[in-house]
């Protein structure tokens, strides 16, 4: 047994701090890092004498003056360039035609307000892997594959209305076939002596999240929320082997309804490069730190889970609720209400998306 992936513990460690730092102000307009003397188009970042301020005024003049022409065409000029081995770089675009097409169904001020929330995030995720003094190559390296995370759920991030802190300890094991070995069986019609998926991977985890949700109106109040997940292998690219004890630590962005007692989403273990959480209403990007057996095999496996969170606890500005208990309660006495209607189908009443 031994700890894994440490550095990037304390890379997020900084990550939370400056969240935490900058929490109550975090209206779309007021979220955006601007490096000194740097146009915010270029994003452009050093490893030397590395200087962050908060600037509002650029953040709203950014989003009236998006210009929709020049995003497409610099995002078609960068998409085959290979990124710098020489200074940090911000991808403010796209890598593929595919999320290109996706984020251009949003409107310009859905498309900045997607570009400041994800630019910020990659700053201060660059500037916090730039303290470890690693080379330019691998940072950009890790911060290709955020910006392309983020564009896969360019929709879901630009009309958030809540961004989270979250931690969590979890426990898990697997054993899976990689991909390309199932794949082959299935050729050979061996395929029905392992489940789709290659094998199992089973977690449970406990967790908290804090953050703030802005309304319509652009008023914001503090959330707490205490969850547990529960996830179970859908595929596996590496394959796996593993028992672990691990901790998260990372941020969400959540387009949250007001009412809500459960979520399901994809996550992915994408071994160095961190966990990322996907699905129709979430956008979330952690690193783990724990004990695994064989030891630090979590750095290397790849694979993907279908996850559901329960809330367990939830309180907002005064207001405090039990998600999880409602749930159970409204399911309990629609059960007994078919039951004694004399009705075969039981209706689920949670509110879940």
Known sequence: MAFRDHKIFYVTFVLLLSFISSAEAMDEDTNLLVFEDKPAREAVVETENLEVKLDPSEVKESVKDFDREAFIRE??????????KEQIEIWNGPRNENDLVKVLQLNDSEIASFLAKKNAFLNKFAKSLAFFRLS???????????????????????????????VMFSLSGGLAL??????????????????KSGGFVYLLGFGASFGRKVDSTGKGKFVFELFMDVERLKSTLTGVAEVSAAGTYGLVFEQRPDKFATQKNSVTYGGVTGVFRQGPNQFGWAASTGMSFPPGIG????????????????????KATLPALAMVKTNVLSYFRNLLGGKNQIVNCSHVF
């Open 75 to 84: 995002a078609r000029d960068n998409m085959n360039r290979e990124p710098s």
């Open 136 to 166: 330019p190559g691998k940072i950009n390296k890790a911060l290709l594959e955020l910006n392309n995370r983020f564009y896969e759920s360019s929709h879901t991030v630009s009309r958030s209305n809540t961004k989270m802190g979250t």
């Open 178 to 195: 990689p991909k390309k070995m199932v794949e082959a069986m299935n050729n050979r019609g061996l395929g029905g002596y392992v489940p």
């Open 299 to 318: 750095a290397i496996l790849v694979f993907q889970n279908e996850a559901t969170r329960f809330y367990l606890f939830r309180s907002e500005g005064l």
